[in-house]
């Protein structure tokens, strides 16, 4: 009986352990979020999202002005900012004004003067013109003003910039307000909407796969026209 009860105290010690460095263990990654501004997911993603593909697509370079629309908490917009440097600029928009005070912190703690972000509105992201490349990263099916939205990103574009736009693939055939809820589009119709907004589409490049949300992305390239 003794053997029998000693074993049971062992076991319930062990949970405990287990369920406490767990918990500590959880803790610490918070608390590294908070400070860094680079969450567990980020990491991750630097596996799946390719980053360094995707700035290639956009042809970005040191010096480049480029934005990021939709920007959260700046995944891409930081790694933008390394491409850029110094003397290059991004624009890291967001309708969330929580979204916009992350970018902020994290652009202070980091000292990059590169880093702008911009509160943006529904219909207007508040571009600057000039710019070398547009981002559009997981927000499209976001956008409620959609026309107009890229309307704006295509002023504020250079002739010949290039915009990139990954997006969720979503089942075709379903009246437009649907993919606000669905957060997902048929890459289809995206081509189709960016197309009729003035912007060439180039290509689409092999996507990507976000495990944590099993969510299949598209990877399209545009670029807006000479003339
Ligand atoms: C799923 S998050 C993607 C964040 C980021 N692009 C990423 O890949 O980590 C979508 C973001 O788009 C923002 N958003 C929605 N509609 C927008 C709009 N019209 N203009 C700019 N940002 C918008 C949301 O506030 C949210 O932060």
Known sequence: MKVYQSFILILILAI???????????????????????????????????????????????????????????????????????????????????????????KERENLKQVEPILGESADPHLPNDLDAVLIVDTYHEFREFDQTMQAVLRALKPGGRLVLIDGEGPTGRPRTEYHRLHTIPAELVREEVSKNGFVYKESRPGFFDEEYGKQMYFLIFEKPHS
């Open 16 to 106: 405990l352990c287990a369920l406490q460095s767990t918990a500590f263990s959880q803790q610490r990654k918070r608390a590294d979020a908070a400070e860094t501004g680079i969450t567990d997911r980020d990491r991750k993603r630097d596996e799946w999202q390719r980053p360094a593909e995707v700035l290639e697509a956009l042809d970005v370079k040191p010096g480049h002005r480029v934005a990021d629309i939709g920007c959260g908490s700046g995944y891409f917009s930081f790694h933008l900012a390394a491409r850029v440097g110094k003397e290059g600029k991004v624009y890291a928009v967001d309708i969330d004004p929580e979204a916009i005070k992350k970018v902020q912190s994290r």
